[in-house]
């Protein structure tokens, strides 16, 4: 019999890849958002996680083999961030009809667990780099805690197993997204291409000379599927990434290839996007205008914030996929391909020209 799924956050960049996979393998998939979008294969479910009692109702009938989590609502502070995003989770949980068959949960994170949150950012006492899983949580509060320790509970309390999945920076296609670099980098592209302006690197020297790593919507999916089809990976947390590393000075130098814009050369100043592109609202609008492209908001595409968040970073950011290996999960993708498949896509989906 085919098996049941349910996809939390189904509109978002993890969660419209999930759907899209889970859809493929054979899975009925149900795909919750609060605004469900048209996705082939996913039965939409709409529901507001803060909302406990419509969460309930609107799970009622719905019975899944695995469930999996990926969304989260940003607030103000980390303070709000933990009630908002604790309560989520624990809704979503307590709404589900109790299990009758063995059933397991997915809930994807992130490096945050190691990097600490917004408002501490990679300050403090860090772990060591490449981050592994058993090097545990900071002295500090933080919201992925939260969303933890509520699964951890649920999980007892209902006897499901569990996974945890924490990826680095995530590449692939959402409207609306709050932690968005990929299209941010494609619509910033664009207006450079459009106005003239050098293709600046926003970033900190640490982020422009040193290793990371980044992770592909698409390798995250196959990690939720292997983590609740593997026995040996229930009830535990991973680390998941593409499985290469790189250098900003290098990857840089070739998505402005992609656009056919000039690489600016990087004196290591600091050069947010936040400020880059501060006034290019009606730019985006105009372009958009006369290529016709489906989203002519650019604060619905850009969330210079967030990639101003990774790139700033002081400290060098590579991430251990051994314990993953180990078990078993071989997956691979290179990550300037993932930036390119993103890119052809956007394209195709007449959201940049």
């Known amino acids: 019999m085919a098996r049941t799924a349910l996809v939390v956050g189904a509109s978002g960049i993890v969660g419209s890849a999930t759907a899209t996979l889970l859809a493929e393998q054979g899975w009925i998939v149900h795909g919750l958002s609060r605004r469900p979008a048209d996705q082939a294969g996913v039965a939409p479910v709409a529901a507001d996680l803060q909302d406990a009692a419509?969460?309930?109702d609107a799970l009622r009938d719905i019975h899944p083999d695995a469930v999996f989590i990926t969304t989260w609502l940003r607030q103000d502070s980390e303070a709000e961030n933990i009630r908002v995003n604790a309560a989520m989770v624990r809704n979503l949980l307590d709404g589900l009809p109790k299990p009758?068959?063995?059933r397991h949960v997915a809930l994807v994170t992130g490096l945050k667990h190691y990097l600490g949150p917004f408002e501490a950012y990679g300050k403090g006492a860090l772990p060591q780099t490449p981050f592994?899983?058993?090097?545990?949580?900071?002295?500090?509060e933080n919201f992925y805690y939260a969303q933890e320790d509520e699964l951890f509970a649920a999980a007892a309390r209902d006897g499901f197993t569990w996974s945890v999945h924490r990826p680095h920076t995530v590449i692939g296609k959402a409207i609306g997204n709050a932690m968005n670099m990929g299209t941010t980098l494609a619509?910033?592209?664009?207006i450079c291409r459009e106005t003239g302006r050098p293709f600046v690197f926003p970033g900190s020297a640490a982020q422009w000379n040193g290793l990371t790593d980044m992770t592909d919507a698409r390798q995250l999916a196959r990690h939720l599927l292997w983590a609740t089809e593997t026995d040996a990976a229930h009830d535990q947390a991973f680390n998941v990434v593409n499985g290469d590393v790189f250098r900003w000075s290098w990857m840089w130098g070739r998505i402005a290839d992609w656009f056919g814009v000039r690489a600016a050369a990087?004196?290591?100043t600091v050069r947010p996007l936040e400020q880059q592109m501060a006034n290019d609202v009606a730019i985006w609008r105009d372009i958009a205008a006369r290529e016709r492209l489906a989203e002519p908001n650019l604060d619905r595409l850009a969330s210079a914030w967030h990639t101003d968040a990774d790139l700033g970073r002081p400290i060098e950011v590579v991430t251990d996929m051994s314990k993953s290996r180990r078990l078993g999960f071989t997956a691979y993708q290179p990550t300037d391909d993932a930036f390119f498949d993103l890119f052809a896509q956007l394209r195709a989906d007449r959201l940049i020209p």
């Open 100 to 102: 009758d068959a063995p």
């Open 266 to 268: 990087f004196d290591g």
């Open 187 to 190: 619509v910033y592209a664009t």
């Open 54 to 56: 419509g969460t309930a």
């Open 132 to 140: 592994r899983e058993e090097q545990g949580r900071l002295d500090v």
